[in-house]
Structure formats: C-alpha cells, structure tokens
C-alpha cells in the first residue's frame, strides 16, 4: 500500500506539474496573440494617418482652382477633423468602439468620393501634375486600408477563436482576455449600386 500511495503522490505532482505549465503556456500564447492585434491594429491605424495626412495636400490644389465648389471641399475638412478626433484603443476594440471608427472613416470616405466625382467637372484640376499625383497616393492608400483591414480581421478571427476554445476559455477568463472587435462592411455594401444611362 506503501508504493501505491507513493505512485498516486508522484502522478498527482506531475499532473499538477503538467497542468501549470499548460496554463503558463497558454496564458503566453494569449498575451502573444493580444500583442498581434495590438500591432495589426497599429498598422490599420498607420494607414488610415496616411490618408489623412494626405487631404491637406489634395484641399490645397484643388482650393487653387477659384470657381471649385467650396461646400465639396468643407465637408472633406469637416469629415477629416471628425476621423481626426475618433481614437481606439488596441485593448479595448469593442463592437461599439470599432463601429464608431468606422463611422467616422466612413465619413471621411464618403466625402473624399463625392470631392473626386465633382473633380470630374474640371479638366484643368484633372490635368494637374501634382493633383494626380495626389490621387494617385490616395488610391494607393485606400487599396492599403482594404488590405490591412483585412490582415487585421484574420489576426483578430485566430485571437478570438483561441481564447474562446475549451480549455483555453478558462485561462482567457482568469486572465482576462476578451474577443475583439472586427472591421465590417458598411452598411449597404451588399447591394450592387444601380446605374443607369
């Protein structure tokens, strides 16, 4: 009974041992993964002061033009100030945090749209080397924050998935470790636009 009792000592160490350790080394997985999104996040951000970076330049040119509609170009600097002024916090990227930076990046978007199609009404303004250019950047830049959107979803996706798998659910509990937030199609974005002639 001796050896038996000695035997049940050693697996209930080794379990416990076993068992730490584990949870150590998921509890890292999840401060890695956490700093993953944190960073994915940071990227998002990165592209987004880009184009915000770059309205100024493209306001300045086309103010160059006297008879361009001003209400097109105050509501770019409007939209611009509001993204400006909506910040997120990598570790608190709730739904509701998420929508209202949408939002506002979605107003921004929506103005910086309707100031290209008015730039169509004027061809000198089109021909300008520097406003080209300018477009270009911005197209480049809104090509940058569809791609970095979604490298940010799928971190965000393999975060959420680990913490909410069992057993990995109670270490995220102990921890605290909460799902996060993912960017989503703007409202509408299912419907195919109609166009007519």
Do not use: C, H
Not at 167 to 181: G, L, V
Request: glycine letters at 6%; proline letters at 3%.
């Amino acid at each position: 009974m001796k050896r038996t009792g000695i035997i049940v000592v050693i697996v209930i160490v080794v379990l416990l041992f076993w068992g730490f350790q584990w949870g150590i080394s998921t509890g890292n997985n999840m401060v890695t993964m956490d700093e993953g999104v944190a960073a994915s996040w940071s990227q998002v951000e990165n592209v987004y002061q880009r184009r915000t970076d770059l309205i100024p330049n493209l306001v300045n040119t086309v103010k160059g033009y006297a008879d361009f509609e001003k209400s097109t170009l105050t509501a770019v600097i409007e939209a611009r100030a509001k993204a400006t002024q909506v910040t997120v916090d990598p570790t608190k990227l709730t739904p509701a945090s998420m929508k209202q930076f949408q939002e506002a990046q979605g107003g921004l978007s929506s103005a910086l749209g309707r100031l290209m199609v008015v730039m169509e009404k004027y061809p000198d303004l089109k021909a300008n080397e520097g406003f080209l250019n300018l477009q270009a950047q911005l197209e480049g830049t809104e090509n940058r924050i569809t791609v970095e959107r979604q490298k940010f979803n799928e971190v965000a996706r393999s975060y959420n998935t680990y913490i909410r798998q069992f057993p990995q659910m109670i270490i995220a509990s102990m921890r605290n470790f909460e799902k996060k937030a993912y960017f989503e199609a703007e409202k509408g974005a299912d419907k195919a636009p109609k166009v007519q002639f």
